[in-house]
């Protein structure tokens, strides 16, 4: 992932513009410290904070073999069962042993009750004794157990787990994100193809098409954009397990009519706050926006900028340096 080096009056503020810039939230980065604001005479602040960040590489969780699990699951059954089973045939021989002993002394009333309790109980020790004495036979069917069978499942599970580490082909996240974008046109009925374009670990899908009906897919002030994006992420991205690549969609062109929008609508407010000397509050945007108007005003002269509050509320603050 690429670095982002910002500067700002404190570490904090240095912080929120890298954040806003790399359009992520402070869980996801990773930041390192170049420079720290230093501490003049009388208490001031001397120098400026200085950092660099970037998208915190995710890792990869290795892939469990189900197979083996099903396969010691029901192997524990199996033993369940026959310990069980032993366990209930000692009992049953246990109560027609007892049955007998009642119908030899039918005449005694009080006595067989008493006789039949203690050989209930016997017939009980006596099922703990036949489940230890089959204990043993299954310790040492599992003892017995070859060694080879081990060693062949960790080496399933080691090479399904390099598997799942490995990267993953950029074009097949490109193939998914377009059969996607392409199966979502279809879903609601609008003319349009998706394709895709490559640059890196960049990919861009263009949505393109004639008349006004994809203007459902972009939504007031892109925010249907935003969530048509993370559904193409989860579905090539996510579902393929990649993490190294940078998935894009626009709709009709829309981002670079947004971004010529925003430029010009950020020099107008840096024009405005250099020549009344008054900072000036924006409207709450998403972190792509925020980032356009960090990246213009950062390149004009008189002005500094930082942003305040929480999503989906947070917004610029343009002051003048």
Known sequence: MEWVETTGKSLDEAKEIALDRLGIGPDDAEFEILEEPRTGLFGRVRGAARVR????????????????????E???????????????????????????GRSGSADAPSGPRRRSSR???????SGDGAATRTAPDHASSTDNTPAGGTETEDTMSDASSTHESAPVDVASVQTA????????LRSFGLTGTATSTVDGNEIEVRVDGQGDGLGLLIGPGGRTLLAVQDLARVAAQRRLGDHDTRLRVDVAGYREKRRAALEKFASHVADLVKESGVARSLDPMPSAD?????DTLSGIEGVTTRSEGEDPYRRIIVSPA
Not at 74 to 99: I, V
Not at 178 to 183: A, L, P, R
């Open 119 to 125: 050989r209930r109980g016997g017939g009980q020790g």
């Open 53 to 72: 960040a970037r998208v915190k590489p995710a890792t990869v969780r290795p892939k469990q073999d189900r197979r083996n699990r099903r396969r010691a």
């Open 74 to 100: 029901g192997k524990g059954r199996g033993r369940e069962g026959s310990s069980s089973a032993d366990t209930n045939g000692d009992r049953e021989s246990t109560a027609e042993s007892g049955a007998s």
């Open 177 to 184: 994100a377009e059969e996607f974008t392409n199966g979502l």
């Open 290 to 294: 925020r980032k356009i108007v960090h």
